[in-house]
């Protein structure tokens, strides 16, 4: 009989216990967003715990089957918008390998650098508001000064801070310039003394080692049954970081270590991030010093506006391409452009593995496109972790999952 | 990698509260040290080149009016399909004269693919950020408001209109062939794939670029 | 373990189930009967050369014009010890809409399966909670059908005449302007009321 | 006569609208505080430096809409936050501010505030069952056990200094104090002192003790239904807590009005001193710790703190046997 199945039995054997229901959200300060839990509370202990999601549906898969590939790819910065870059990394990957085509060393090199930004800017998030769910607020604040500074970097790249949409199928957008790597320079020399600052306040802390510590646990086989990846995985001791099995860009170029965690508790899981943090400054650093010469984006990558064939045949329903598009269209004859077949690629983003399969029938736009969202399995998750614990502890383990409501609702 | 746990804190740690007086100390520290927030409407952030703000249709320094030439790429790459444009075509010359060009801006998701493909430079994000307005109506901007839009964005910016090149409508570090159009504006130097920033760990040595400077910023 | 010969053990392990096999961009993708699907997911997850201990990703497509097996089950395995990937695209034809749940086999597929169902409606046998998951609970249709538009005609939402109701009953307050409706509207919520509102 | 009484009544009012200008400006200290703690500036708009914050704060609560819920309790949904805030500031009556300046100078003056932060408890509780809403009800009960609780430990690491007194007026306490080293009790009390300062953050739901309303949990717990007015009057209770708590603490252990030398004029600056010097402590460790688990804080009340205030009186009754004496 496991911990929680004790707790359980413990309280619904009194006899003089009353089962009340909580509904948790989806307006709840402590819920990363709209997800909503249907909580059986026996007092203080949670008997059940169902998630319930889709608040922030918008249709994503739905849409890019009317978008050329180009064009969905803004619609990815929507997914997990605390870290936009690598989910459209994910996706011009996944997209170059259905099409054939291979970025740039440059291209890659800068792709694997900003992603690595781009995990240390959620993963600020991460323990900005994991730590302010647990109480201590000041880590919240602490945190966002060095998301600030990321973003502004952001936005000296390419413009914008949280939907930058900076990769492009083949390559990147735009290159470099002086002042961005000074800057880039400067912050990953000064970030590892301010991660020592949010140690300082939580780290050794007796009430943060007892919120977390023994929480949540979640062994390693359940976790891979579960379906758990990135970080929350890897807390529960199992060895699967995409960047390591199937690497992609420039990762298989640079030097970095995957932590593993012991035990699998929320204070494993926090561990393990924390160190993700020192192995993105050291991936950045590497980046920076290996920075090859060379073009950005790859020669045979498609134009924005892309050729559109024309469909094998108009699906009865579809809507199909618009009649401003189908005037548009031209034919490509000596490329075989858009390959028909399915992919599965799949990427390591902060969250956890994200994943996108296409099915293309060979024209410009997915014929099916289905987004493996971490956070969503996660939320999958959350019911079976929670079960027996106290509703502080929810808390720590929604803190503790990572999870960001766009990426699971699409 | 097995994560590595912090020292278990000793029986005197214990008692004499070390790791909270610590972070006590790490706060009172703090407290005295600068504030890093801006105090916003005084205090401007800065902004920079390229970012994707208001939309605006660059007003041509000769006709006055913008420079589109009703090819219809910015409508046809816009993922949210919030442009809208008409045009009539002239049956001799097959030349083409806008009749009208809007852009829903609540619409919009700022991608910036309409300048990325403009081969003329006409449509443009600025980097005007505050254009609130009490009305969705005054967010369906017209051909003249979106002119409008540029002399405020000129105004603001300080930006030589003559000489103003956005990152957007020539990528930094792209091969100039790639973009063909022979109407756009040509990169400044820095800009080009020669001058790229190439990391200290390869053979060639870094090169160093004057830093653009566009207008009178 | 080499994809091919994944694929031949299982050929050799379930004769006749398998239908094609295609190697795209690298990648197995194996279409097979979906009658034995549970089956063929429990030998790929349990044989020590397999291993596929992890359900990267479950999802169904939906090949509008072809009516025999209109639809496809999707399943992306990987086996985190032996690092290998494969694809099993199981048919499932339009006018019964049903597999077998792999549930049993990873915990995590329960969700993956919800959604499935959710947006293509095929029905997974065995799965312990088959409800609506991103869509509410009295939606109509799976939009990620392909004979499901985009953009179809404006209707009303089905829980307004509710909400209408609680509004008509809490009057004083007025979140919804109750106070100011017409006769007529009042007289709807009213009846409404009865069949509506649960206390 | 009638001059006594009206003089008392003045007195009543000076005080009461001093003290609610001191509250409102330890909201402003507390977010501003905590807003430099933070690497950033806290309130800043409303007057230079945003000093006219709490003015606005309590425009802008008295006059928000009344919200009732509809399956609330109706009379006790009304009477909690009064409950709260009149217990407050009841204490006030017996806390002497400098020399014979106390509203009323009774003999259990201690006994008396530990009653009365009781007595908030008991709103409370009351907010929390009254509101008939899941979050505030599950707020209500935490406070109930963790108030009573923390009586306790509170009520025991003062009986160290009544021991060394002999008295439970204030005045005589801090009077008392002469005798020990710098004028403090602090020094020879310093067990009961560590137990007080924790029990004080626990008896006024101070972060890392705020289970009866912890935001991230509960939302906003025990006043999670109230609004404007009401809520206001929850907010004025809970600081007129902390400061009555703080109070409490400087009189018993930090000396009272009494300092290194006299300042002419204005007694009551030592006094005012300490107390905010403790109010500052409330607001430091509520920017520096997380919160604890609802069953930590029971297992810390009754397994850590008890204990160790047991151990205080004991010590202190050993010490004053055979040392001291």
Redesign the interface.
Known sequence: MSRNEERIADVSGDALSEVFEVQMGPQHPATHGVLKLNLVLDGETVLSCKPDVGYLHRGIEKLSENLTYSQSMPLTDRLDYMSAIANNTGYCLAVETLLGIEAPLRAKYLRTMICEMSRIASHLLWIATHALDIGAMTVFLYAFRERELILEMFEELCGARLTPSYPRIGGVRQDVTREFMDRLEKFIAEFPSRLEEYETLIDTNRIWLKRTKGIGIIPAEQAIGLGLTGASLRGSGVDYDIRKHRPYDAYPYVDFEVPIGISGDVYDRYRCRMEEFRQSVRIIRQCMEQLPPGPIIADDAPDLVMELKPPRKVMAGSTGPSPLKTALIRLVEDRQAYMEGDVYVSTEVPKGELGFYFVSDGRGMPYRMHIRSPSYIHIGALGVICEGELVADIIANIGSLDVVLGECDR | MIIQYKKKRGWLGTVFLVEILKGMGLTLRRMLSRSVTRQYPEERPEIRIGFRGQHALARDPVTGGSRCVACMRCAVVCPSRCIHIEYKKDEQTGVREVQSYAIEALRCIYCGYCEEVCPVNAVILTEVYEYAAYKRDAFYFDEEQLLKNWDRFIEESRYDPTKYVNPFWRPRGIDERTLAGPRRRSVPDDWKMENQWVGTGMTKSRKTGARCDVGGH | MELLEIVEKLREAFPGEILEW?E??G?M?VIVRRDRILEMCRFLHDDSEIQM?????L?G??Y??RKDVRFEV?Y?LYS?PL?H?I?LRAQVPEDDCRIDSVTS????????ER?TYD?MGIVFEGHPDLR?????ETWEGH??R??????GPEKEWSGYEEVKAVARR?KKYDFYGAAEWTDEEESRARAGEAGYVKE | MVIEILLTILLIVVVFSVIMLHVAYATYFERKVIGHMQVRMGPMRVGPHGLLQPIADGIKLFFKEDVFPETADKPTFYAAPIICLVAALTSIAVIPFWEGMAISDINIGLLFILAMSSLAGWGVVLAGWASNSKYAFLGGLRASAQIISYEIAMGLSIVGVMMMAGSLNMSEIVKAQAQSPFGIYAIPQVLGFFVFLVAMLAETNRTPFDMPECESELVAGYCTEYAGFRFALFFLGEYVGMIVMASVGTICFLGGWTGPFEVPFFPIIWFMLKVYFLIFFFYWVRATLPRYRYDQIMALGWKVLIPLALGNVILTGIMKTFVWH
Request: proline share 7%; hydrophobic share 40%.
């Open positions: 295609i795209h961009r990648q993708g201990n992890h359900l990267m990703d999802c497509v939906d509008g014009d999707v992306n985190i690092r990937m694809r086999l990873w915990t995590g597929a329960d969700w993956h959604e947006l609506r998951v991103l869509l509410p939009p990620l392909k004979d499901y538009p985009v953009q809490l």
